[in-house]
């Protein structure tokens, strides 16, 4: 248990419809971090969060949106699915607003089926 | 565009073989360089990172060879054994200020046959 906690572990979802992705960071860990990962994409950087401040985005589509709130858990929303929006979403989180010498603690993703 | 490519895209060796990951990235801003690990089901986990103020480092069997001018830098793992079949990804980041993300490689599965 890496101590990033993820849920749900799975979703199936039609096209067109709103899931919310939810993400409990390690004790004591400020940031959150949202990565896709697909198999002809990689690791996607989303977006991150520190202390509840968005400090800086990456690909993220407009039908995506993120939020840390104060007790420092992150939601990842995502809206208007296409199928294309299939993927494994991971959360990280680390201590600072940035990577330093101990990188990412990764949660075990939310593998997201849109049907 | 990709601003760390990785290779082999698959690796398959013997188990005590010494497999070698490569990577090689475009932005020389680019400081901190860490491989991370991942297994079926579960999110990637640092493995051992380096920076460009040396040229190597090692970790147990883990050992990272970096070239500056080159910008190139590889994993390898030493007397390799099943259970360290698994994707590895290269990954890169910049310390400077509004640049918090990792930039990743598109990973390397790799496969030890006992």
């Known amino acids: 248990d890496s101590g990033v906690t993820q849920t749900p572990k799975h979703l199936i979802t039609a096209t067109g419809q709103r899931v919310t992705l939810r993400c409990s960071p390690r004790s004591g860990d400020l940031s959150v971090y949202w990565y896709q990962q697909s198999l002809d994409q990689g690791l996607q950087f989303l977006i991150q969060?520190?202390?509840?401040?968005?400090?800086a985005k990456g690909n993220i589509l407009e039908r995506f949106s993120a939020q840390q709130f104060p007790d420092l858990h992150s939601e990842l929303n995502l809206s208007s699915l296409e199928l294309g929006d299939s993927a494994l979403y991971f959360c990280?989180?680390?201590?600072?607003?940035?990577?330093?010498?101990?990188?990412?603690?990764f949660g075990s993703g939310t593998r997201l089926t849109v049907v | 565009q990709q601003q760390v490519k990785q290779s082999p895209q698959s690796l398959i060796v013997q188990k005590g073989g010494i497999p070698i990951i490569n990577c090689a990235y475009e932005?020389?801003?680019?400081?901190?360089f860490p491989w991370y690990q991942q297994f079926p089901g579960k999110g990637p986990a640092l493995l051992i990172a380096i920076r460009p103020d040396v040229s190597e480092k090692k970790e147990g069997r883990f050992t990272i060879s970096f070239n500056k001018s080159a910008k190139q830098f590889s994993l390898h793992i030493m007397d390799s054994q099943p259970g360290d079949s698994a994707t590895y990804f290269c990954a890169a980041s910049m310390s400077g200020a509004g640049s918090y993300q990792l930039t990743f490689g598109k990973g390397t599965k790799l496969s030890v046959i006992p």
């Open positions: 990280a989180s680390s201590r600072r607003d940035r990577v330093g010498d101990y990188g990412y603690t």
């Open positions: 969060y520190y202390n509840g401040e968005e400090r």
């Open positions: 932005n020389t801003a680019f400081d901190y």
